[in-house]
């Protein structure tokens, strides 16, 4: 399998604090990969520098397009991201248009495309028929996330009316609008409860199994990551310290003290073996 | 049991009501009770109002006594205010509010005809809306507070002065120029506050709007200064003039000559603009690029995170805004036939704002009807001088006490599967500047 995500020696630092230190992995083309680590490791750090809301201080972010292109993700602002490397990204605390319902969230998701056929408001504005026909295909497509999310019944319903485990659905759903390569997921089973999260499972199986999107997530909840990621980056403190499919992260001396402490003495032998 | 309640409630309200009167008295004793003045030998005296100072306290008693005692200490209910049953009458109604008033504005020449006021103050209403539905685009769809429209309004006027003075271009030729122009620097106020949100976009706004002024006091060559540009060619029937002549519009059309036949013009003219400001708004609305608006108002970084151009979008809101006040500043130009920087002051663009906030940020229907109350009851409070002014405040103070969002603050959505339901007021968000 080829990598659809190459980070190279990413390095971010703010003033002093160095959040991520020479960072290195990949995230497979068709593949779930995850990336955990203790509260503040460096992983929404990593996710803003790989969806351009943070420019990195050092290192390459490569993403492979169609026909072997390659983007340069480090040297495009945010929305060109998006646009045309067509990375998604969802938010740690939902950011959904509350005022908007939620067929315009998915409409707004589709801007770009939306925005060519309608000649650069030019053509819609004298409702020009191939911008109608696209406008109908939108539509269309926003149906088909809203029946996959289960919430088709109240499309026309506000976004923020919605219960949270279902705004973090629509979250999901809105970024898999824009067709996305890669869809970035920042801890989205958090705050939901056993019933949601095994549906939020089964959507990124789904997406995995029927789309050509590859995923990435920064998880905290154990049993969604070892349940359908493939692979596993471990960070922290801004540094990886274990990489693999998740039966060995499990298993890993490092990731079991990161996660949950070890002995005084331990703690050097860790750290040491960590290159801290 | 009852009646113990009643009389207990009296009096707190009348314990409340007093505290409110002496706050009153506190305040209004010495600022209006007691006025200086320069005397006859030019020595400072004065003289005393108490008869003022006990109107207005008694007016305070008053009202917190009537506030206490209708709706208690819970503060203004609107609901209270509003009975259910009325209502429920008054839905329905409500569909019908934009054709009728529509058709109102169609048959208002017809029936006021001999009525020149009422012309002058219909054709002075319907600027006011087109300027609050093109600030509304800015400010309602975009989210992002203008304080300095006027400027725009400006440019349009001394765009369509100056051309038509210097080029002798027709006014059908100078208003799209004007829209043109009003346009370009609304891109140009765009790109500074680009990165400027809330309180300091409004500043920045609010300086370039007197920026403008001032540029316009001062470039006596071009601007004529404080005196202004008078004689500005006054608009004709397409290309036919509206005078006595023998191929003047009343020769033409086989009418005996009036000077209300301009006005009458002059009127269908402002309400064309204006409507076609409102299909245009309603169409971009419902355009991706509309829709970006309205999400760049609810979330800049989640609109940035699906692909959004945020520079470019906010950008086209500024000019399209802008285009619209620059087309309704021709037609002030030419219906006025004189212009002069006191007619661009601030407090034309606080009053602009007002309309749209009052109207309902994001709301056609809201906004036309907040014009029509703002400027026909600053028309209908004349008699009362300077009292109109506190009449005003004091009326948009309670409309906003009882109406936070504005007249019609709900916002129905731009597309729909099954059902168009509108989405309540405290869901949208106003935005961030």
């Known amino acids: 399998m080829s990598a659809i995500l190459t980070v190279e020696h990413l390095t971010m630092r703010f003033g002093g604090l160095v959040a991520v230190n020479d960072l290195s992995f990949e995230a497979e ?15 929404t750090t990593v996710f803003n520098c790989v969806t351009g809301f943070y420019k990195p201080t050092v290192g390459t972010i490569r993403l492979a397009g169609d026909a072997g292109a390659e983007h340069l993700l480090e040297r495009l602002p945010d929305f060109r991201i998006a646009r045309e490397a067509r990375v998604a990204r969802t938010f740690q605390n939902i950011r959904l248009f509350p005022g908007m319902s939620l067929l315009e969230n998915l409409m707004v998701a589709q801007h770009n495309p939306l925005m060519r056929a309608s000649g650069f408001t030019v053509l819609g504005l004298v409702g020009w028929p191939t911008f109608t026909a696209a406008e109908q295909e939108a539509i269309e497509r926003a149906r088909y996330w809203l029946e996959r999310i289960g919430l088709a019944a109240r499309a026309d319903d506000p976004a923020g009316e919605l219960p949270y485990g279902a705004q973090r659905r629509l979250e999901i759903a809105r970024a898999m609008c824009t067709v996305p390569r890669l869809l970035c997921l920042d801890e989205p089973a958090a705050g939901l409860n056993a019933r949601e999260s095994a549906e939020l499972d089964e959507l990124l199986l789904f997406i995995r199994s029927e789309h050509d999107t590859s995923i990435l997530l920064i998880e905290h909840d154990m049993s969604v990551v070892m349940k359908i990621c493939d692979r596993i980056v471990v960070l922290d403190y801004g540094v990886k310290i274990a990489e693999g499919p998740p039966a060995r992260v499990r298993d890993d ?22 290159g801290l | 049991m009852a009646r113990a309640a009643v009389r207990h409630d009296l009096a707190a309200a009348l314990k409340s009501a007093t505290l409110a009167g002496l706050a009153a008295l506190g305040l209004f004793g010495l600022i209006v009770g007691v006025r200086t003045d320069t005397g006859p030998t030019g020595a400072l005296i004065y003289y005393t109002r108490f008869d003022d100072v006990v109107l207005l306290v008694a007016a305070v008693f008053a009202g917190t006594l009537a506030r206490e005692l209708l709706f208690g200490r819970s503060g203004i209910a609107r609901g209270r205010l509003v009975p259910e049953r009325l ?28 009525n020149r006021y009422v012309l002058d103050l219909g054709i002075l209403v319907l600027t006011y809306v087109m300027l609050g539905w093109g600030l509304n685009i800015v400010v309602g769809l975009a989210g992002l507070l203008d304080l300095g429209y006027v400027a725009f309004y400006a440019v349009g006027a001394y765009s369509y002065a100056l051309l038509a003075q210097h080029f002798g271009l027709s006014f059908w030729i100078c208003l799209p120029l004007a829209g043109i122009l009003a346009a370009f620097w609304g891109v140009m106020l765009g790109f500074p506050v680009l990165r400027l949100r809330g309180d300091y976009l409004a500043i920045v706004t609010l300086a370039f709007g007197e920026i403008i002024r001032i540029v316009l006091l001062n470039w006596q060559d071009v601007t004529g200064g404080p005196n202004g540009i008078s004689s500005i060619p006054r608009p004709s029937f397409f290309g036919i003039p509206f005078n006595n002549d023998d191929n003047g519009f009343a020769a033409l059309f086989g009418l005996e000559f009036s000077a209300t036949h301009r006005i009458v013009f002059l009127f269908y003219l402002i309400l064309a603009l204006a409507l076609i400001t409102n299909w245009v708004t309603i169409r971009l609305r419902r355009l991706p690029i509309g829709r970006a608006w309205e999400a760049l108002r609810e979330d800049e970084i989640a609109c940035r995170s699906l692909g959004i151009n945020t520079t470019n979008t906010k950008l086209t809101a500024f000019a399209i805004g802008a285009m619209f006040g620059g087309f ?62 506190l009449v005003f405040g004091a009326a948009m103070v309670l409309v906003m006490a009882w109406r936070p ?15 168009r339901k509108a989405i309540d007021a405290t869901l949208v968000k106003e935005g961030h500047g």
């Open chain 1, 29 to 43: 083309r068709g593949a779930i990969t995850a990336l955990i680590g203790p509260n503040g490791a460096g992983k």
């Open chain 2, 328 to 389: 309704a500043g021709a037609f002030f130009a030419t219906r006025q036939g004189f212009i002069s920087p006191e007619s661009f002051s601030f407090v034309e663009s606080a009053l602009i704002l007002a309309i749209v906030v009052l109207g309902g940020m994001g709301s056609q229907l809201g906004v036309a009807v907040a014009a029509v109350v703002t400027i026909g009851g600053f028309e209908l409070f004349r008699e009362f001088a300077v009292y109109r002014m």
């Open chain 1, 253 to 274: 001396p490092k990731v079991i003290a990161a996660y949950l402490g070890v002995e005084e003495d331990d703690v050097d032998t860790a750290e040491a073996e960590a």
């Open chain 2, 405 to 419: 969002r504005g007249l019609v603050g709900t916002r129905l959505p731009s597309v729909f599967l099954a059902k």
């Open chain 2, 87 to 114: 209502k429920a009458v008054a839905a329905p109604l409500a569909r019908f509010a934009a054709p009728a008033l529509l058709g109102f504005a169609l048959i208002l020449p017809v029936v006021f005809y001999h």
